[in-house]
């Protein structure tokens, strides 16, 4: 998949500005049902909105009314037709003023204008109840879609709520509510129970749990502590905390989040500009084919008014606008869905890539794993315990990986440890080379000793053995141990059963710290001890050998797998919440920790494929079917307009499933 879209630039996110007073007061559906209880704000600009007017609705009620009133009762001809003539001109007065407007303002006309010559044509040919039928349903119709666009537009503002509105920023023993906005790195926030976090930052006092359903779907607090990471748009649940805020508004968790949803609401996807094209044909190819069907058969063979009341069917089948919609609420659907579990996707058709992967692969460490290391054991050969963890973290010190982390955590390391350290050369796959005060040391595994020559003791237990040598002397070995994410291996059983073929797991352990966990989990094919170009290489070698309009995926931490999502067909970086800008080069961000939401973000993308292709089969189907009928002249005017009608009602309805995928 190509992948084109601009780095995030999260400094330009800004609260929305409240809209400008219409007017005329619109009609906003606030007596339905509501799919999601929220304020409403319109969907972003790649819908195909529109707004109907309490005075349109009128105008719509009253045209129902004489309806029903010249079709119950018993009136003269004349009268009949006076007043269903009267009803098709109160439907059909909004959009046919709005189209003379467009005329008189140089502009070309929507397919309105063809509805409404249809409906006039079938009152010349003496269609006047099919004409007045058609002129209702088709206004009934646009309020489907107004509604639908309306309920989609709700899905934003669950986004736009994660936007905290007030900071309350310590100064001594005082506080002050601020605008977050305003408040800067260093700065000590105080966050009491049931408050939002306002902005991501560092635990300095208090434990309590935190709610981050809003930003990864996850309903089960955190606990958290002194030292522990929060962010914004978490709820604080427990006792009150001081938080020293890390990041600023713009690069907060919230604002980032708000920032990418709606730049890929922004962004049309295949399917959508798929749908543009058609829409834009659709309406003068039937328009011209109606105009053909009503002159030239007549003129072979007459029969004038067969082919006029055809011809007016032709034309009712001109409106884009059922589709135009349905396929863009799809897709918005889709990503709201995927917000509401902690998936965001980033808009590059990253859902229609996934639904077609049959080759996922892995990486291990933050992966499979929860990249948590903790040290197991220690086998010192003739040194201390203690001398050894120190020399293993001084050599790691300029890395930033988790086990040299978890080093120099356990040595104590400070940064004046560093000052006899000289020539770091990191050997890719295998460990670091330094000058230690002048001592040549290895840190590694154990392919490094055996390519230096120095003979080493094959550890008695499992896990990953880090193994340290001191001028060619073997000093022993240090084993670490990473635990596997809970669930990880109903998520791949998961996967496998939503059609993923072939599992890979690619690292660059040895096989034996790797090997027992591909088997356990069901891993189909393992690659070790792989630098990040080596895993590179081996995406690469996999999309190569894929299948047509199939897609390769690769899963990693974000943090040190950016070149492999970026070559992957489709990228998606688990955990992303905590690495938000390292995971930018993904096209689908986890940001929860639960291996889970992998499962979850393919039946979103599976499900939405489902919808898309529903909406298509079924509206164009349908059309399709009605001009058939319509050449074969067995179906009425009033017919045809019920089942189109009826055909964008249930696409609009099955679009709103989008919002509810599970």
């Not at 666009?149 to 900071?167: C, F, H, S, Y």
């Not at 086998?379 to 982390?405: C, F, T, W």
């Not at 109903?490 to 797991?505: H, K, N």
Request: charged letters at 20%; a negative charge; aromatic letters at 6%.
């Amino acid at each position: 998949m190509a992948k084109h879209y601009a780095p995030s630039d999260h400094k330009t996110v800004q609260k929305e500005k409240p809209e400008q007073k219409r007017r005329l007061p619109t009609f906003r559906f606030s007596t339905l049902p509501k799919l999601l209880e929220t304020k409403k704000r319109p969907l972003p600009k790649k819908t195909y909105p529109r707004v109907f007017s309490v005075g349109e609705m009128l105008l719509l009620l009253g045209a129902t009314l004489l309806f029903i009133v010249s079709i119950v009762f018993r009136f003269p001809p004349l009268i009949e037709t006076a007043l269903l003539a009267l009803c098709a001109v109160l439907a059909l007065l909004p959009p046919l003023f709005q189209n003379v407007l467009k005329i008189f303002s140089r502009r070309l006309p929507d397919e309105d204008i063809l509805i409404t010559i249809g409906v006039i044509a079938a009152f010349c040919i003496g269609e006047q109840v099919g004409g007045a039928i058609a002129a209702v349903l088709y206004r009934l119709a646009q309020i489907l879609e107004a509604y639908a666009v309306e309920r989609g537009g709700a899905g934003m503002d669950l986004v736009r709520d994660k936007l905290p509105e007030k900071a309350r920023v310590l100064f001594g023993d005082q506080t002050q509510e601020l605008m977050p906005e305003i408040v800067e790195p260093g700065q000590v926030v105080l966050v009491e129970n049931g408050e939002m976090i306002p902005l991501d930052g560092v635990i300095l006092s208090g434990i309590t749990e935190v709610d981050r359903s809003a930003l990864t779907g996850n309903d089960s607090p955190v606990t958290c502590g002194v030292g522990d990471e929060v962010f914004s748009g978490s709820v604080n649940c427990g006792g009150p905390i001081r938080v020293q805020v890390k990041r600023s508004f713009a690069d907060s968790a919230a604002a980032s989040l708000l920032h990418d949803v709606e730049a890929s609401a922004r962004y049309k996807t295949t399917p959508e500009r798929l749908t543009e094209k058609i829409s834009a044909l659709l309406g003068p190819a039937v328009g011209v084919l109606a105009v053909l069907i009503a002159v030239i058969p007549s003129l072979i063979g007459g029969n004038w008014s067969r082919w006029l009341r055809c011809a007016v069917i032709f034309l009712l089948t001109a409106s884009p606008s059922a589709l135009a919609i349905s396929i863009p609420l799809s897709c918005f659907g889709a990503e709201m869905s995927g917000i509401l579990h902690g998936i965001l996707s980033k808009g590059h058709d990253c859902f229609e890539v996934l639904a077609s992967v049959k080759t996922m692969a892995f990486g291990k460490t933050g992966t499979i794993t929860e990249g948590r290391f903790e040290i197991t054991g220690i086998e010192a050969n003739g040194v201390r315990q203690e001398d050894l963890v120190a020399v293993a973290a001084a050599a790691e010190s300029y890395s930033h990986h988790p086990i040299a982390m978890l080093l120099k955590h356990a040595a104590g390391w400070t940064p004046s440890v560093a000052d006899g350290v000289m020539e770091v050369q990191e050997i890719p796959g295998r460990g670091i080379s330094a000058f230690i005060e002048g001592r040549h040391v290895y840190v590694g595994n154990a392919a490094l000793l055996q390519e230096h020559g120095v003979s080493y003791n094959v550890p008695a237990r499992a896990g990953a053995a880090i193994h340290v040598a001191v001028e060619n002397r073997y000093w022993g070995h240090i084993l670490i141990s990473d635990k596997t994410r809970e669930g990880a291996f109903d998520a791949l059983e998961a996967l496998r059963s939503q059609g993923v073929d072939q599992l890979v797991m690619l690292t660059g352990d040895v096989p034996s710290a790797s090997r027992q966990l591909a088997s356990s989990l069901g891993f189909d094919l393992l690659r070790t001890e792989l630098t990040a170009e080596g895993k590179v290489s081996a995406i690469q070698y996999l999309i190569s050998g894929k299948g047509n309009g199939t897609s390769v995926g690769f899963v990693g931490d974000g943090i040190n797998d950016a070149s492999m999502l970026e070559c992957a067909d489709v990228g998606l970086a688990i955990d992303a919440l905590h690495a938000w800008n390292e995971a930018d080069a993904a096209d689908i961000l986890l940001l929860d920790d639960d291996i889970e939401s992998l499962p979850r973000a393919m039946r979103i993308a599976r499900s939405l494929r489902r919808i898309l292709w529903e909406n298509y089969g079924g509206l164009l189907g349908m059309k399709l079917l009605v001009l058939l009928l319509a050449l074969c002249d067995v179906i009425p005017l009033g017919l045809a307009a019920l089942l189109l009608t009826a055909s964008s009602a249930l696409a609009l309805l099955n679009s709103l499933r989008a919002f509810g995928l599970k």
